[in-house]
C-alpha cells in the first residue's frame, strides 16, 4: 500500500478525499486524514477502509513528523501560513509536498534542497491559484505554437452562490473562507498594464472601478482587480503582452455596495476596537460615525455616505441588521475586519439546500497571420450539496489528480514549482474534464478596445 496523510479536514477537502478513496483499490493507496479535530477528519473517513482517521496538532513537532515520516506523499490543506513547517519536515523526510496555496517565500526558498534530493512540491493547484494556471498555460502555449503573438490576457475567476440560492440583496453567501472576502485588495494598491501603460488601483478606489462580463448563460457579473496582476507576467511569458489583468467576479451591484464599508473604515485589520466583546452592531456602526447629541446612528449614516432612504444600498444595509441593540460582536479585541465578518457571516451563511457556483473567464488576444483575433474562454461550476461545493470540487480534484500523477511518476521534474508546463497541467485538466470541468471557447475578431471605459 502507498500511504497518503492529507493534513487539514476543511471546507475543500471532501471531495479531494473522495477521489482518493475511489481510487483507493485500483491505486493501491491508504488515505490518513489528520486534523485538529478528530470529529472533522471521521467525517470524511466515512469508515472506508482504506483510510484513517487522526488527530493531528500541527504544532506538535513529534507528532507531525511521526506521520509525515510514514508517509510515500503529502497533501496540505492547511492554511497558508502552516504549510512551511510541513515543507521542512517533507525536506528532512523525503517526501513530495502538494499544496492549493500561494507559494511564499520562505517555501520558495526551499527550492535548492528540494531540489537536491529529487523531490515535487507542487502548490498553486487549487482553483485560483491552480486551474486559472493550467487553463490559461494551455491557450497561450497552443496560440504561441501557432506563432500568435500575445496581445493581451485577462482572467476572472468568482466564487458564487448558484442562481436558485441567490436569496439576498447583495446577490452574494460565503462559499469560501470569509476572512479573505472581508480583507480583499488590501496590502498596496492593485496594479495591472493597460495597452501598454502600468494603471494603479488603490484599496479606497478598488470597489468602485469595475467591469462588467458577459457569462453566456448566467447575464452580466461585474469584477473588481486582483491586488498585483503582473505577478505572473514573466512566469506565463507575458512580458511583450500589452495588457493584463486578474479580476474576481462578483454580481452586479456588488462592489458598489461593499465600498461603503471601505468608505467606513469596517474592513481595516490593523487595530482593535475596544470593548468588542460587549458591542452592539449598532455600537459598532457608531464607532466609525461622527458623534452627535441629537442625530440618530441611521440618520448620521446616510449623510455620511450619502444615500437616500429609498435607495437600494440602504435596503441592503438593513438587510444586515447592522443597527440592531440586541445583536452583539461578541469577540474579543476584535478588528473592524473581524467584527464586520461576524456581521456577515450571520447574514451570509448558505442554507442547508444552498449551492454555490464557480465562474472562471479567461480572454486572450492575439495576433495570427497577420489578423488580430480573441479566444474567450468561461468555466461554470455549480455546486451538488453543502458538502460537494463547487468549491470543494474544483480545489480538491486538481490536487488529487497532481498527488496521483506525483506517486505514479506522471510528473517527475522537480523542485517547488507551480502547474505551468505541459508535463503537469496537460493530464490533469484532461482527467477534471472527465469531472465536468470544462472550458467552453468563443472565437472572435480582437480590437483591443474596452467598452467600459473602466481601466482607461
Known amino acids: 500500500m502507498r500511504n497518503i496523510i492529507v493534513i487539514g479536514a476543511g471546507k475543500s477537502t471532501a471531495v479531494l478525499i473522495q477521489y482518493f478513496q475511489d481510487k483507493a483499490a485500483e491505486q493501491k493507496l491508504h488515505i490518513t486524514i489528520a486534523d485538529q479535530q478528530l470529529e472533522r477528519a471521521q467525517l470524511l473517513q466515512k469508515n472506508?477502509?482504506?483510510?484513517?482517521?487522526?488527530?493531528?496538532?500541527?504544532?506538535?513537532?513529534?507528532?507531525?513528523?511521526?506521520?509525515?515520516?510514514?508517509?510515500?506523499?503529502?497533501?496540505?490543506?492547511?492554511?497558508?501560513?502552516?504549510?512551511?513547517?510541513?515543507?521542512?519536515?517533507?525536506v528532512q523526510f523525503k517526501k513530495s509536498l502538494v499544496t492549493a496555496s500561494y507559494v511564499s517565500p520562505e517555501m520558495q526558498a526551499l527550492d535548492a534542497e528540494v531540489k537536491e534530493k529529487g523531490l515535487i512540491f507542487m502548490n498553486e493547484i487549487g482553483l485560483d491559484p491552480g486551474i486559472d494556471h493550467m487553463s490559461a498555460m494551455q491557450v497561450l502555449d497552443r496560440i504561441r505554437e501557432k506563432g500568435g503573438e500575445l496581445l493581451l490576457f485577462e482572467s476572472f475567476t468568482g466564487g458564487l452562490v448558484a442562481p436558485e440560492s441567490d436569496t439576498n440583496l447583495w446577490n452574494y453567501k460565503f462559499t469560501w473562507n470569509p476572512r479573505n472576502v472581508v480583507v480583499a485588495g488590501q496590502g498596496g494598491a492593485a496594479k495591472f498594464i493597460q495597452e501598454g501603460s502600468y494603471k494603479y488601483i488603490p484599496y479606497q478606489k478598488?470597489?468602485?472601478?469595475?467591469?462588467?462580463?458577459?457569462?453566456?448563460?448566467?447575464?452580466?457579473?461585474?469584477?473588481?482587480a486582483n491586488r498585483d496582476s503582473l505577478k505572473y507576467r514573466s512566469i506565463y511569458g507575458l512580458d511583450t503582452a500589452k495588457t493584463l489583468y486578474r479580476g474576481t467576479i462578483r454580481r452586479v451591484g456588488f462592489s458598489k455596495a461593499w465600498n461603503m464599508f471601505v468608505q467606513l473604515g469596517m474592513t481595516a485589520d490593523n487595530y482593535v476596537l475596544e470593548g468588542s466583546e460587549k458591542m452592539s452592531y449598532r455600537d459598532f456602526v457608531n464607532a466609525f460615525l461622527p458623534y452627535s447629541p441629537t442625530d440618530?446612528?441611521?440618520?448620521?449614516?446616510?449623510?455620511?455616505?450619502?444615500?437616500?432612504?429609498?435607495?437600494?444600498?440602504?435596503?441592503?444595509?438593513?438587510?444586515?441588521?447592522?443597527?440592531?441593540?440586541?445583536?452583539?460582536?461578541?469577540?474579543?479585541?476584535?478588528?473592524?475586519?473581524?467584527?464586520?465578518?461576524?456581521?456577515?457571516?450571520d447574514n451570509w451563511a448558505l442554507e442547508e439546500n444552498d449551492k454555490d457556483m464557480i465562474i472562471m473567464y479567461h480572454k486572450f488576444g492575439y495576433d495570427l497571420y497577420d489578423k488580430r483575433q480573441q479566444i474567450d474562454a468561461t468555466m461554470v461550476i455549480l455546486g451538488e450539496n453543502?458538502?460537494?461545493?463547487?468549491?470543494?470540487?474544483?480545489?480538491?480534484?486538481?490536487?488529487?489528480?497532481?498527488?496521483?500523477?506525483?506517486?505514479?511518476?506522471?510528473?517527475?521534474?522537480?523542485?517547488?514549482?507551480?502547474?505551468?508546463?505541459?508535463?503537469?497541467y496537460e493530464p490533469i485538466l484532461k482527467e477534471l474534464e472527465r469531472h465536468g470541468i470544462i472550458f467552453?471557447?468563443?472565437?472572435?475578431?480582437y480590437t483591443g478596445y474596452n467598452p467600459n471605459g473602466v481601466r482607461g
Open 206 to 224: 478598488l470597489f468602485r472601478r469595475t467591469e462588467f462580463l458577459d457569462i453566456e448563460d448566467y447575464g452580466v457579473f461585474e469584477a473588481y
Open 440 to 445: 467552453k471557447e468563443k472565437f472572435t475578431e
Open 48 to 90: 472506508h477502509a482504506a483510510t484513517t482517521a487522526i488527530q493531528l496538532d500541527i504544532a506538535n513537532t513529534e507528532q507531525r513528523q511521526k506521520h509525515i515520516a510514514l508517509s510515500d506523499i503529502v497533501v496540505s490543506m492547511l492554511p497558508a501560513s502552516l504549510h512551511i513547517e510541513v515543507a521542512r519536515d517533507c
Open 296 to 345: 440618530s446612528v441611521e440618520l448620521k449614516l446616510r449623510y455620511y455616505l450619502k444615500i437616500d432612504q429609498d435607495d437600494l444600498m440602504w435596503d441592503k444595509l438593513m438587510e444586515l441588521e447592522i443597527f440592531s441593540e440586541t445583536k452583539y460582536i461578541g469577540l474579543k479585541n476584535a478588528t473592524p475586519a473581524q467584527a464586520l465578518q461576524k456581521i456577515l457571516e
Open 386 to 424: 453543502q458538502t460537494h461545493t463547487a468549491m470543494a470540487k474544483t480545489v480538491g480534484l486538481p490536487v488529487a489528480i497532481a498527488t496521483l500523477a506525483i506517486l505514479n511518476k506522471k510528473i517527475t521534474t522537480p523542485g517547488v514549482q507551480i502547474p505551468i508546463r505541459k508535463e503537469v
